[in-house]
């Protein structure tokens, strides 16, 4: 992405996809008129397939609010908005069969992998401010069906429940724990089946659970079965150090492959490790699936850059669009200003507003809310 110039922003969008494709090891026989591999089994789905791009975001509208008055911001809003972020399904989703439907056929006609998190297990975020989830167990596992019909014959990356291996023993009573580990199970193998979908569990991230412990939660969520495991999900730690993590879980995991989130990383986390909307954090590496490390599969924009975590730290509901610090990401981020020619700004300290100790969740119907971790 160093290679951006300055002009990017006034460039078409096709030719910043043109830089995000060559990220993700795109080849030329990708172009209009042809397709690119099928994903086979055991190998990496992100390798030589472009990632599903909305075209319409809450980014994309922000840069167009801002062109006029703000054309500096605007830039840096129409950045974030070619990037490839995450598909967020959960209790919020009317139909999720025919929501993911409506999304695999078209990844499937483009030739694009579709990346989702499914998001709705029951007890989700213990009750936090991602508070949801179905009610019992036998409503999520007739939902994660609904989910895999939807797939139906697409490719598609799928995110399993972000937290719940890592929130595991802070609210569930022994009984719920083998309960949600079943249920974890059972997700895996469904959505597996015939080899069309990448599971990843969510494993939480480098500064929460050692190695050890997260290797025995994900045997026992059905690791055997998953393409592997997801780290650092809507949070902050840098990726040499959840690279590292990751691996050290791969070793007892039968060296499973990983992905990481980086939407979020670019300045690491804060010295007291805050979660819930820290401020003066920055955008991290853009989607890619040339990490360096075989161990590797991608990293991606998981959490959507500037939806909030949570009603905390000044921010409104989880999940709900937050243009201040939405700009605040991109401002800092690396990349993003060398895309545009421009500088850093120096660190300054984080913002401390009152913090909004109300337990909110997102609305019922707030568009692809994304959580926080909890440590």
Known sequence: MSSWSSSSYGSSRRLLLVAFSTGLGILAGCAAGSRPPPVEPGANPFAGRPLRWVESTNATRQAEAWRRDQPDDAAYMELLAEQPVALWYGDWTPSVEEAIRGVTFETRRRGELALMVLYNIPNRDCGQYSAGGVDD?????????????????????????????????????????????????????????????????????????????????????????????????????????????????????????????????????????????????????????????????????????????????????????????????????????AALGRQPPRPEPEAKPEDDARLESAPPNAPQPSPGPRR
């Open 137 to 337: 167990p036998e409503t999520y596992r007739r939902w994660i069906r609904q989910a895999k019909r939807g797939i139906g014959r697409g490719a598609a990356a799928v995110i399993l429940e972000p937290d719940a291996l890592g929130l595991l023993e802070d609210c569930l009573n022994p009984a719920k724990q083998r309960e949600r580990l079943e249920l974890l199970s059972d997700a895996v193998q469904v959505l597996s089946e015939g080899g069309g979908v990448a599971v990843y569990i969510d494993a939480g991230n480098a500064r929460w659970h050692p190695p050890e412990e997260m290797a025995r939660r994900l045997r026992k969520a059905g690791i055997e079965h998953a393409r592997g495991f997801a780290l650092n999900v809507s949070n902050y730690v840098g990726t040499e150090e959840t690279v590292a993590y990751g691996k050290a879980i791969s070793a007892l995991v039968g060296d499973k492959p990983f992905v990481v989130d980086t939407s979020r990383n670019g300045n690491g986390p804060t010295e007291d490790l805050k979660w819930c909307n820290p401020r003066g954090r920055a955008v991290g590496r853009p989607p890619t699936s040339e990490t360096g490390d075989p161990s590797v599969d991608a990293f991606l924009w998981i959490k959507v850059p500037g939806e909030s975590d949570g009603a905390c730290n000044g921010g409104p509901a989880a999940g709900a669009w937050w243009p201040e610090v939405a700009l605040e990401l991109a401002r800092n981020g690396t990349w993003t200003n």
